[in-house]
């Protein structure tokens, strides 16, 4: 990749100005992507979305690939977050936690569907190098699934047992359910997606637990 100059025009570096062309880049990505489509948008439509050159989009991103890569490791990176942080709450109950961190996975997608509709559609079939990505951002999620039902084994609210697959079934589940309420004619509203989410999550754990 092109290496960019990094002298100084009107107090901003190159660097920085570099940095503002990415930002504007990934905003036009979430927002042409989830609108009509990764396959029917163009590097050109991006570039004149973002405000910027075709020079500039390759100095920053290889492909249009590339970009959506990106965009996908930001939004998973941000859910990732979001989870943690929910579920992290201290001496709160399974079926206290559980609802904290299904709530922060819905919310965090639908309060700008954009973020389902990329993340959880729109990744899908891109190319083998797309799917081993989306695939590996399945499993960190269901690892921070497993982590959590261990450290409820370790309290005694869980029995002893291997929850690896049960993990993976719950984060692929949770996929579907969006994916289902982004192509509903009149889906359920979020909390009511929510509430369901739950009952299958404590559904799946009790049920394999026992």
């Known amino acids: 990749m092109i290496k960019t100059p990094t002298r100084a025009y009107g107090g901003v570096t190159a660097d920085q100005r570099a940095e503002e062309r990415k930002a504007r880049l990934l905003a036009a990505a979430l927002e042409l992507f989830a609108r009509q489509g990764y396959a029917r948008t163009t590097i050109e439509a ?6 910027v050159t075709a020079r ?5 991103f290889d492909s249009r690939e590339a970009i959506l890569r990106a965009l996908y490791d930001n939004i998973i990176a941000d859910l990732r977050a979001g989870v943690l942080k929910a579920m992290s709450a201290p001496n709160l109950a399974l079926a206290e936690q559980i609802p904290l961190g299904v709530s922060a996975m819905v919310h965090h997608y639908l309060e700008d569907s954009r ?8 990744v899908v079939g891109v190319s083998p190098a797309m799917e081993t990505r989306r695939r590996e ?17 370790a309290r ?9 697959l049960v993990s993976i079934a719950l984060v692929g589940g949770i996929n579907e359910l969006l994916a289902e ?3 509903l004619e009149n889906p359920p509203d979020i909390p009511e997606l929510s509430e369901e989410i739950i ?3 404590n559904a799946l754990i009790r049920g394999a637990a026992q």
């Open 137 to 153: 951002a399945i499993h960190d999620m269901a690892g921070l699934i497993e982590a959590y039902l261990g450290s409820l084994v």
């Open 199 to 201: 009952n299958i999550l």
């Open 115 to 122: 973020l389902a509709r990329v993340g959880v559609l729109e």
């Open 181 to 183: 309420w982004l192509t």
């Open 156 to 164: 005694g609210d869980l029995p002893k047992r291997n929850y690896h």
């Open 46 to 51: 991006l570039c004149t979305e973002a405000k």
């Open 56 to 60: 500039h989009f390759y100095q920053l």
